[in-house]
């Protein structure tokens, strides 16, 4: 494959913070809107700590979850609140915020409230939304589906290019292994960047355990600091991970979180890592 330079990230989102920092991206936030004051608890300690480390953020919370193992499963506290809390964290801190949508219109509905759109892993391969996406303007995350190659994610993104926005970077998520795991291949991350795009691995979902038979989707979050260390030394552009102040409390995804008390020294880590890294 040829391989391209990747536009840096502060030309996908020019509204960044410390982008001229220690050259990672954070993508970071709870997993779904569960009220305001708990995104603004964290959103003011993700902020302090980004300047601390002069890191650039990107502030990450779904408005709606879509994709739920059990009918009775938390989906979110209504799409109109939840993006109004949205709109505050950008005014209140000066943050872009990044969230998911699920079908074509919910794209034109989020865009009007975030900087970036994200396109979940199951639904990578969904022509009509990555083109509504595109058709934004916004900037747009494609996780890589779990079913996915790393090469094969070339489609999903001259989708959207083909659609006008180039404004793309793809997130790695792991790969299926197994019914109840995912695993990362570390290789996928410069074989993704050769196709232009930056590439960010989430940390947190690739350490979920999915499909369980409770319904709910498990986690070991024990190795959440191995796998953004990990991710750092392969040379990925960016971390995304999920956090909260009490992960056994959180409405979704709580069992592969990061406790928001452990990320001072983990962020103090990896920028030390990121200056090792490029100095080869």
């Known amino acids: 494959m040829e391989k391209r330079d990747r536009p840096p990230i502060v030309s996908l989102i020019p509204s960044l913070k410390h982008a001229d920092g220690h050259g990672f991206l954070l993508i970071a936030g709870p997993c779904v809107v569960e009220g305001r004051e708990m995104v603004m608890e964290i959103a003011a300690h993700l902020d302090t700590l980004c300047a601390r480390y002069q890191i650039p953020l990107l502030f990450k919370a779904s408005y709606r979850k879509a994709n739920r193992s059990r009918l009775d499963s938390f989906t979110g506290i209504g799409d109109d609140r939840a993006l109004a809390i949205l709109d505050e964290v950008r005014d209140r801190f000066g943050l872009p915020v990044i969230t998911d949508v699920h079908t074509p219109n919910e794209a034109a509905r989020a865009a009007e409230h975030v900087d970036v759109l994200q396109v979940p892993a199951f639904l990578s391969r969904q022509t009509d939304l990555l083109v509504a996406c595109a058709d934004?303007?916004?900037?747009?995350?494609?996780?890589?589906?779990?079913?996915?190659?790393?090469?094969?994610?070339?489609?999903?993104?001259?989708?959207?290019?083909?659609?006008?926005?180039?404004?793309?970077?793809?997130?790695?998520?792991?790969?299926?292994?197994?019914?109840?795991?995912?695993?990362?291949?570390?290789?996928?991350?410069?074989?993704?960047?050769?196709?232009?795009?930056?590439?960010?691995?989430?940390?947190?979902?690739?350490?979920?355990?999915p499909n369980q038979e409770s319904g709910i989707s498990g986690g070991d979050p024990g190795l959440i600091e191995t796998m953004a260390r990990a991710g750092i030394a392969a040379g990925a552009d960016g971390i995304f991970l999920e956090t909260h102040p009490d992960p056994s409390a959180a409405k979704s995804d709580g069992a592969n979180m990061l406790p928001m008390e452990l990320l001072d020294e983990l962020l103090k880590k990896l920028v030390l890592l990121r200056e090792t890294v490029m100095k080869f």
């Open 136 to 209: 934004t303007g916004k900037a747009v995350s494609i996780k890589k589906g779990q079913f996915l190659s790393p090469s094969s994610m070339k489609f999903a993104v001259e989708k959207v290019k083909e659609s006008g926005n180039h404004r793309v970077m793809i997130t790695e998520r792991g790969t299926t292994f197994g019914y109840h795991d995912l695993v990362v291949d570390f290789r996928g991350i410069p074989r993704m960047q050769e196709l232009g795009v930056p590439v960010i691995l989430d940390v947190t979902h690739s350490l979920q355990q």
